[in-house]
C-alpha cells in the first residue's frame, strides 16, 4: 500500500508538471501529442497495466577498499557474536561449579557433625550422596575449563578481526570489538573470582574432613582399647 500511494503521488506529481506546461505554452506553438508523450511515457516508467514495476537506477560499482571494508565490519560483528556466546557460556559454568562445590561441603560438614550418630544405613545414604556431589563438582570443574578454552580462542579471534579490520580501514568497527574484548574480559575476571573461592573453601573442606576423620578414627581406637583392658586383667587372675 505504501509503494502505491508513493506511485499515485508521483503520477499527480507528472499530472500537475504536465498541466503547467500546457498553459506556460501558446495555443499556436503548444502541441498536445509531444506533452502527452512525455507524461505517459514518464507514468509508463513506473506502472505497467495498473500494476507496479522497479523504477530504474544506475547501479553503482564499488571499489576493492570499499568491499574490503565491509566484509572486515562483518567479521568484527561475527566474531562479537562468538566472543559473547563464549562469554556466556563461560561465566554460567563458572556459577554452577561454585554452587556445585558449596552443596558439597555444606552436605560434608553435616556428615562430619554426625559422626558416631548416625546408624549404619543413614551413614551409607549420606556417603553415596556425597560420591555424587563430588562427581557434579568434577563435571561442572571440566565444563568449566572446555568453555574457558572456546572463551580464549574467541578473544584471539577478535582481536585478529579487530586488527583486521584496522588495518582495512575500518577503524570503527575494530574499536567496537576492542571495546567488546575489554567487556568479556572484565565480566569473566569477575566471575573467576567465584571460583577461586569456591576452589579456597573445597580445600579447606577437605583439610577438615581428614583430620575430623583422623580424630574419629582415634576415638574408636582408644574406645576399643579402654573395653579390653578389663578383659585383659581379668584372665591374668
Not at 562468538?82 to 559454568?93: C, E, P, R, W, Y
Not at 563435571?139 to 586488527?163: D, N
Request: aromatic residues 6%.
Amino acid at each position: 500500500m505504501a509503494a502505491l500511494r508513493m506511485v499515485l503521488s508521483y503520477v499527480r506529481v507528472l499530472r500537475g508538471s504536465a498541466c503547467v506546461l500546457f498553459r506556460s505554452r501558446s495555443p499556436a506553438v503548444h502541441k498536445p501529442g509531444k506533452w502527452t508523450n512525455i507524461l505517459y511515457t514518464s507514468v509508463a516508467s513506473i506502472t505497467v497495466g495498473g500494476g507496479l514495476c522497479a523504477i530504474p537506477f544506475k547501479q553503482v560499482e564499488l571499489s576493492h577498499d570499499s568491499l574490503i571494508k565491509r566484509a572486515a565490519s562483518l567479521a568484527t560483528d561475527s566474531s562479537s557474536t562468538f566472543l559473547s556466546q563464549a562469554t556466556l557460556a563461560l561465566i554460567d559454568a563458572i556459577t554452577e561449579y561454585s554452587k556445585a562445590v558449596h552443596t558439597l561441603i555444606a552436605v560434608q560438614k553435616r556428615y562430619l557433625d554426625s559422626l558416631g550418630k548416625l546408624t549404619a544405613a543413614e551413614e551409607d545414604a549420606i556417603w553415596q550422596v556425597i560420591i555424587g556431589l563430588r562427581a557434579e563438582v568434577n563435571k561442572r570443574h571440566e565444563e568449566c575449563k572446555r568453555f574457558e578454552s572456546t572463551w580464549v580462542s574467541a578473544i584471539r579471534l577478535c582481536e585478529t578481526a579487530a586488527e583486521a579490520a584496522y588495518t582495512s580501514g575500518a577503524e570503527h568497527a575494530s574499536i567496537t570489538v576492542r571495546t567488546n574484548i575489554q567487556l568479556a574480559q572484565s565480566q569473566v575476571e569477575d566471575a573467576r573470582k567465584l571460583s577461586v573461592d569456591a576452589d579456597k573453601k573445597l580445600a579447606e573442606a577437605r583439610v577438615m574432613e581428614i583430620e575430623r576423620m583422623s580424630q574419629y578414627a582415634a576415638s574408636l581406637e582408644s574406645n576399643s582399647e579402654e573395653e579390653e583392658v578389663p578383659e585383659a586383667y581379668l584372665r591374668e587372675d
